[in-house]
């Protein structure tokens, strides 16, 4: 009983966190590397554009519970979900135009089109305040638990409940969604296909008819899907703040750079690790192995390698790592 017991509490902390956790990167991680590997530029606009998806989904899910409009057991934002991606593709579109499509065409280095990322990033980050200011906003609602501890406990026997969280589930469901559409695009469409030729040889697409220019705003759209849902599950599972979001570029970043820069296969492979890695080596493994050893073996400390405040320091680590070592990533992607 003791070892379901130690299994149990795992899987509250660890398993069930991090694989929430881990799809949310990976969702993130996709949009930096479809930026990456066909408009040669890493975005570091990315998590605010994630924070402007959520705020505009936050604001229309408020709208709708005023108008007495829910989801149900579900989250009223999934509704309000569609209006955010509109709005997040309508700004980056828009940001393209106004602002990439002018060094695009001027054929600029990557270095600059990275800068120019960076002011778009704080011009974002200012309209994302404005519009919703700069506390933590909740907007979660419908069940909160999937299963609960109580209810697990009474179901089981053990000491330990095991608790899932609705946000938590949706987050895993939506994200495999997500990916399965964007690999069937990406490989079951004239579009997808032209997409993918685009990214392997620029000069032989546009030889072979390619719009690049549609290619652009196609990748631009799919890329307001994926960090407006990104942002909106981590708001449901965590909370709003806007700050939050460019703070998650980082680990999105080393997701994309772990997997292989460019490679949307190694973007979700290295959502996971960073996932696993900051969860693992930032909780406290006492309970865990006060269960699985003999009595009077218990540890005196905590067995917490790294406070959690430190859980960014795993990412920029793992970064740093794979860059001196490898850095085409796990999947061979494009080098940095």
């Given at each position: 009983?003791?070892?379901?017991?130690?299994l149990?509490?795992f899987?509250?902390?660890?398993f069930v966190p991090?694989?929430?956790y881990?799809?949310?990167?990976?969702?993130?991680?996709?949009?930096?590397?479809l930026?990456?590997?066909?408009?040669?530029f890493?975005?570091f606009a990315?998590?605010?554009?994630?924070?402007?998806?959520?705020?505009?989904?936050?604001?229309?899910?408020f709208g709708?519970?005023?108008?007495?409009?829910?989801?149900?057991?579900?989250?009223?934002?999934l509704?309000a979900?569609p209006?955010?991606?509109?709005?997040t593709a309508?700004?980056?579109?828009?940001?393209?135009r106004?602002?990439?499509r002018?060094?695009?065409?001027?054929?600029?280095a990557?270095?600059?089109?990275v800068?120019?990322?960076?002011?778009?990033?704080f011009?974002m980050?200012g309209?994302?305040?404005?519009i919703?200011?700069?506390?933590d906003?909740?907007f979660?609602d419908?069940?909160?638990?999937?299963?609960s501890?109580?209810?697990?406990?009474?179901?089981?026997?053990?000491?330990e409940?095991?608790?899932?969280r609705?946000?938590?589930?949706?987050?895993v469901v939506?994200?495999?969604i997500?990916v399965a559409?964007?690999?069937?695009?990406?490989?079951h469409?004239?579009t997808?296909?032209?997409?993918?030729?685009?990214?392997?040889?620029?000069d032989?697409?546009?030889?072979?008819?390619i719009?690049?220019?549609?290619?652009v705003?196609?990748?631009?759209i799919?890329?307001?899907?994926?960090a407006?849902t990104?942002?909106v599950?981590?708001?449901?599972?965590?909370?709003f703040k806007?700050?939050t979001?460019f703070?998650?570029?980082?680990p999105?970043?080393?997701?994309?750079?772990?997997?292989?820069l460019?490679?949307?296969?190694?973007a979700?492979?290295?959502?996971?690790?960073?996932?696993?890695?900051?969860?693992?080596?930032?909780?406290?493994?006492?309970?865990?192995?006060l269960?699985?050893l003999p009595?009077?073996?218990?540890?005196?400390?905590?067995?917490q390698?790294?406070?959690t405040?430190?859980?960014?320091a795993?990412?920029?680590?793992i970064?740093?790592?794979?860059?001196?070592?490898?850095?085409?990533?796990?999947?061979?992607?494009?080098?940095?």
């Amino acid at each position: 009983m003791d070892l379901l017991n130690a299994l149990v509490v795992f899987l509250n902390f660890v398993f069930v966190p991090a694989v929430s956790y881990g799809a949310q990167l990976a969702l993130g991680a996709l949009g930096v590397t479809l930026i990456y590997g066909i408009l040669r530029f890493s975005n570091f606009a990315h998590g605010d554009t994630m924070a402007f998806g959520t705020a505009i989904t936050i604001l229309c899910t408020f709208g709708l519970q005023a108008l007495g409009i829910t989801f149900g057991p579900l989250p009223t934002a999934l509704l309000a979900l569609p209006v955010g991606i509109v709005a997040t593709a309508l700004l980056l579109l828009g940001t393209d135009r106004v602002v990439y499509r002018f060094y695009r065409e001027r054929k600029a280095a990557p270095v600059i089109l990275v800068i120019v990322s960076m002011g778009v990033m704080f011009v974002m980050n200012g309209i994302v305040r404005f519009i919703i200011g700069v506390g933590d906003v909740t907007f979660a609602d419908g069940a909160r638990f999937l299963v609960s501890a109580r209810g697990f406990q009474e179901w089981s026997g053990l000491e330990e409940g095991l608790a899932i969280r609705s946000s938590q589930a949706i987050t895993v469901v939506t994200a495999a969604i997500a990916v399965a559409l964007l690999f069937w695009f990406l490989n079951h469409t004239r579009t997808g296909k032209s997409m993918r030729a685009f990214s392997d040889n620029e000069d032989l697409a546009l030889l072979s008819g390619i719009n690049p220019e549609r290619v652009v705003a196609i990748t631009w759209i799919i890329v307001a899907a994926l960090a407006t849902t990104a942002g909106v599950l981590y708001g449901l599972d965590k909370s709003f703040k806007a700050f939050t979001y460019f703070q998650l570029l980082l680990p999105i970043f080393a997701a994309a750079i772990v997997g292989g820069l460019g490679n949307p296969l190694g973007a979700i492979a290295g959502g996971f690790v960073i996932a696993f890695s900051e969860v693992m080596l930032t909780y406290a493994w006492r309970k865990v192995v006060l269960y699985a050893l003999p009595e009077g073996w218990a540890p005196d400390g905590l067995l917490q390698l790294m406070s959690t405040e430190y859980k960014f320091a795993v990412s920029f680590a793992i970064l740093i790592i794979v860059l001196l070592f490898r850095p085409t990533g796990l999947f061979r992607g494009q080098s940095v």
